[in-house]
């Protein structure tokens, strides 16, 4: 993905490009985008290939009956952490920019305090909570995920609380610092602990690889706390907090509704996977999932980078900026997903050989499986446009729509045709979901939030 302007170039060869900087009134803010995001890119980048490392190194550690069940409780903990935040982590990319424009500094101090411990204790409760329905169920369990889903429920706050403090970094613009302890430090940390076990003759099974990675998690979410703590005392001024939880939820609530169907949506075919298939085949689908994660993190980045940019034009109620911005935001997720589409496919064999010999056997699916993420990538972040816009509750009935098909298609599609059903019944939800997002954003914002066709109002 490009990072620099090229201005000579633009200069010369007038396009889309050109006329999108001309309407945002210079290159600055589009400029700052792509730097943006390529700097959360990059990181996921970076991530990516930590954890693809982790994630061969454990495939070949423990077996594929062990790895199976790690991937099964890890999803658990991602799929769960991810919507115990109460939708905190994405409302503060719209409350902490509103919060600045109105000059309520009161209500800024307060949330950027109030809302960790507020996640912090909600996700510490419903921890407790999952821990003795585990308890309860136990003996319909399979024996060997019981300690690790114990573990799991171990890890919930504090990747609740890294997630809390992700949305805040992000909403003053420190991608680095919302990003690198979640997903560089913490898959360093895993992989040395991991590996570390393995060379001192334990036996790395998924117990031990679940107790890894919850140290890990809890180690670099203190840490990342420490820093943003300096930073925020050096740029917020001290005085008095108010704390408005109730309008914070009243905002964050129908946005982790979005989130979470968002979630379901993402692990729904591991899940039901596990349910119908082998932890082997589960284990296979997973490294078939990880090596397409390239294509996911550029969405990614630009939803990160947007969200509060979107909130802060529309409240500026600047709409030809907006339009612009969606608009380059669209080409700068769609384009770059294409190419890395291409090239995960065409070196697709290789990298899944490097989980071992046996998942090759994937191959086949990450064709069927990265046509709904193309898909999805030709509409750009809408989700955070709409989110930002105060059109959450339409944006969750459309994921909740797409969650429901793929539900009832991974039930009908897994059960005969395994992973090739898992990753059909996906891209067709995505699809589906693409539409549904394309047909509101026409009728709700009157924009054509397309990656080609006709752009703007």
Known sequence: MAVTDAHSTAASQPG?????????????????????????FVIRVVSAALAYLAQILLARWMGGSDYGVYVYVWTWVLLLGSMMDCGIAVSAQKLIPEYRSR????????????????????????SLLLAGLVKILSPWIEAGAVVPLYIGCLTLPAFVVANTQDGIARSHDWMRLGLMPQFVVRQTL??????????????????????????????????????????????????????????????????????????????????????????????????VIKTLALVSFIHYAMSATTAHRFAEYHASGDRARLSAYVAHAIQWTFW???????????????????FGPQFVAGYDIMFIAAVGLVVRAAIGPVERLLNMLGHQHICA???????????????VMIPRFGGHGAAAATSLALSFETVLLFWIVRRRLGLHVLAFGKQGD
């Open 190 to 287: 895993i992989i040395g602990l991991t590996a570390g076990a393995f060379a001192l003759g334990f036996r790395l099974g998924a117990t031990a690889a679940m107790a890894a990675s919850c140290a890990a998690v809890w180690i670099a979410m203190t840490g990342q706390m420490m820093v943003m703590n300096r930073r925020l005392r050096d740029s917020i001024e001290p005085g008095p907090k108010a704390y408005d939880f109730r309008g914070w939820l009243a905002v964050s609530l129908p946005i982790l509704m979005v989130e979470g169907f968002y979630l379901l949506l993402s692990y729904t075919d591991v899940l039901l996977l596990q349910q119908f298939r082998s932890s082997e085949e589960v284990g296979v689908y997973f490294a």
């Open 103 to 126: 000059g309520e500094h009161d209500l800024l101090r307060g949330f950027l305090a109030g809302s960790r411990w507020m996640t912090f204790a909600v996700s510490s409760i419903a």
């Open 336 to 354: 770059p997903s294409l190419a890395a589409t291409v090239l995960l496919l065409a070196f697709g064999k290789p990298l899944l050989w490097l």
């Open 397 to 411: 009935l459309a994921y909740a729509l797409a969650f429901a098909m793929n539900v009832v298609l991974c039930a």
């Open 16 to 40: 889309t490009f050109s006329r999108l900087r001309a309407k945002l009134g210079g290159t600055g803010e589009a400029s700052l985008t792509r730097r943006l995001a390529a700097t959360i």
